[in-house]
């Protein structure tokens, strides 16, 4: 595996990460994220899903995309 | 460049309707603008939906089809990156930036940095900020006046100043509510010229697979390698765009601050941001980048001959019969116009709130206030030209990215430390955003000594990128090392400012404790009543409020039954007490809050509970 295609991601969605849980962290802190309230789960589920989305994405075009037309693998 | 101009009458007159569209467009919306609140605000009214389209609008520039095209030509697909790494920043806007801006009633971050920290602090921000934007506007003006002087064969000059006097004139009239008008429009209008393009390169090629297979290998990567080539590796279009730039748009972009502060509530930001950054968003990314995409893949086939600059230009000429081709362009003025209008009316709305106000003329009226805000949005687009012939130096690519790695970081770190950290004290903040300032000026003239040791072994020709690097961590370190020597603000001063006291600033937007119980819709009928005894406030059945889960005091909004209005026709309201009959389904208000909302008498409206 190619390191230097794989550091990207790492540091993409590893300080990514970082700020999604300093945010998060800071709304329950003092309950303005309020995890009884249904409308504020949904947010939180919503944050997750976007994240996962976007690193689905971009391992997408990683490690199987590049390889599509010429038939080579990752 | 390409010296000739390409392009047929037909395409051109296609573009000048367009422009024309618009500017009438903007200027129609005028009438909504009567108050500051409108101008700067657009009267705090509007939908996601919109909100989203305009965002998206005034994210994408002039100068981003012609610089991600050639990136994508150059480079391939990883030139989609910068619109990639919003999401990250998503929770930190939505459950901390917002709420504390909102309901503070901020109307621009030197304000908030005052409130925060001291008066200094919001000076030197200021400063910061109208350099930035007034930038900003530079930046776009020079793209669209490349791109016309390869199209039309005009100086670049003369394509800055006819689409800047545009600008600024709707601007002018019409304040926030034209820009969030015509920003809608050219959102779809940029999105659809993009996406339209990609289709029809698809179409052309025979299908995915085939243009697939026509782009070289190294050009199929969501990224580039982590620390290459130079000009363009991964690390150093992350720290440029996704860690400073993206940051500075989520938290000290004027313009996105007040188009923030236009929605009808918080409650609002949540839908706007998800459709802005998981949907919009990517696609915006196709529709600027897919021009070099496609350039390269019709240069590969032996099609078409082309350099980076202008292989948006040029794939599009090719593909596009006449008159369409006007659509495209008239997409590239549309991008131009989207992101400098909201730029101008946030130079004016700095400049009014955060100079005028305080320093010049306190405590005058707001019919002044306003007149000054205008004026000076016709100051800011010449300011914006004045800076054209400076930008003419460099690439566009690397103008912007040199400009916003420079500019950004130390007003980004000290917001970002500031409502995050309620330790960090008003010195650290001065000294965050003059220091970091000074740091990132000497930084210019010992690049290999300051930047040198940021650049992940990339050299001199990283270094406009990795500049940002440097620049948030001498900030941020300065920030830190400052606070733990400085006294901080007591705590009691900071309720409402800062991350965990949100629900503070909550009940003194409203006044009371916030009512968060999950309500729905009520459809009810309008009827003006002069002498309703509190202003602002209206008069519903008992059956209303508790099908919105409302009592006597909560806030309400009433918009008209149109959705598509977007809110354009709405008012802010609070609930008064019920009235007797339980179920006349009237809605009883003030001839002045209906003419807000633009109202009359026995019209249906919907009210729902914000807070």
């Not at chain 1, 329950?28 to 976007?54: H, N, P």
């Not at chain 2, 230009?313 to 362009?329: E, M, S």
């Not at chain 2, 700095?350 to 320093?359: C, E, S, T």
């Not at chain 2, 006349?584 to 919907?606: N, Y």
Request: net charge positive.
């Amino acid at each position: 595996m190619n390191m230097l295609r794989v550091w990207p991601i790492v540091c993409e969605f590893g300080i990514g990460a970082l700020l999604c849980i300093v945010g998060i962290w800071c709304g329950l802190r003092g309950g303005y994220l309020d995890l009884k309230v249904a409308e504020d789960r949904r947010l939180l589920v919503t944050f997750i899903a976007g994240y996962v989305f976007m690193l689905a994405l971009v391992c997408v075009f990683t490690f199987l995309a590049p390889f599509w037309a010429t038939g080579e693998s990752s | 460049m390409i010296a000739q101009a390409i392009g047929g009458n037909l395409d051109y007159a296609v573009m000048l309707g367009y422009f024309v569209a618009v500017l009438g467009f903007g200027l129609y919306f005028g009438r909504y603008t009567t108050t500051t609140k409108d101008f700067f605000f657009g009267g705090q009214r509007f939908s996601w939906w919109l909100i989203a389209f305009s965002c998206v609008a005034t994210v994408v520039g002039s100068y981003s089809f012609i610089k991600y095209s050639a990136a994508g030509f150059r480079y391939g697909i990883c030139s989609t990156q910068s619109y990639l790494n919003d999401w990250f920043w998503m929770p930190i806007l939505v459950l901390i930036w917002l709420p504390i801006i909102y309901y503070n009633r901020i109307t621009s971050v030197p304000e908030y940095l005052e409130k925060r920290f001291d008066k200094k602090t919001r000076v030197a921000a200021t400063l910061i900020i109208l350099f930035y934007i007034i930038g900003y506007i530079g930046i776009n003006l020079i793209t669209l006046g490349r791109t016309l002087e390869t199209l039309l064969g005009w100086e670049v000059m003369t394509g800055a100043v006819i689409t800047a006097v545009a600008v600024a004139l709707y601007v002018y009239i019409g304040g926030q509510t034209a820009v969030i008008m015509t920003d809608l429009v050219q959102g779809f209008i940029l999105l659809i010229a993009g996406l339209g393009l990609f289709g029809a390169a698809i179409y052309h090629f025979g299908g995915f697979g085939n243009f697939w297979s026509l782009l070289p290998q190294d050009h199929k990567f969501a990224f580039s390698d982590f620390n290459g080539p130079p000009k363009f590796s991964f690390i150093g279009i992350y720290v440029q765009d996704g860690l400073a730039n993206t940051g500075a748009l989520m938290l000290m972009h004027q313009g996105f601050i007040l188009r923030f502060l236009s929605l009808k509530s918080v409650k609002d930001s949540r839908r706007m941001v998800v459709c802005w950054v998981l949907v919009l968003a990517p696609l915006a990314a196709i529709a600027t980048s897919c021009g070099g995409w496609i350039a390269k893949a019709l240069v590969n086939n032996g099609e078409l001959v082309t350099e980076p600059g202008d292989s948006f230009v040029k794939a599009a000429h090719f593909l596009c019969a006449p008159g369409v081709f006007g659509f495209v362009l008239a997409a590239l003025t549309a991008a131009l116009m989207s992101t400098a209008d909201s730029l101008i009316n946030a130079v004016s709305a700095i400049f009014v709130n955060d100079i005028w106000k305080p320093y010049v003329r306190p405590a005058s009226s707001d019919k002044h206030y306003l007149r000054v805000a205008r004026i000076m949005s016709l100051v800011a687009a010449g300011l914006g030209l004045a800076l054209v012939p400076i930008f003419m130096k460099d690439t566009i690519y690397g103008a912007h990215s040199m400009f916003t790695a420079a500019v950004t970081p130390p007003v980004l770190m000290a917001i970002l430390l500031g409502i995050t950290w309620k330790r960090y004290s008003p010195a650290a903040a001065f000294a965050t955003i003059v220091g970091g300032a000074i740091l990132i000026f000497l930084s210019f003239i010992w690049p290999d000594a300051l930047v040198g040791p940021f650049d992940f072994g990339m050299g001199p020709d990283s270094y406009k990128f990795m500049r940002a690097l440097f620049g948030l961590l001498a900030a941020g370190t300065l920030g830190v090392s400052v606070t733990w020597l400085t006294k901080a603000k007591p705590e009691s001063e900071l309720k409402g400012l800062i991350a965990g006291s949100q629900m503070d600033a909550m009940r003194r937007f409203k006044g009371g404790e916030p009512n968060r119980r999950p309500g729905g819709k009520a459809r009810l009928k309008v009827k003006i009543e002069r002498d309703l005894a509190e202003e602002n406030t209206v008069i519903v059945p008992q059956s209303a409020l508790e099908t919105m889960a409302a009592e006597p005091g909560d806030l309400l909004y009433a918009s008209h039954i149109r959705w598509w209005y977007g809110g354009l026709r709405s008012v802010h309201v609070k609930a008064g007490p019920p009235c007797d009959c339980a179920d006349c389904e009237l809605m009883r208000i003030r001839p002045e809050d209906a003419a807000t909302a633009h109202f009359s008498d026995g019209q249906q409206v919907v009210v729902e509970k914000i807070m």
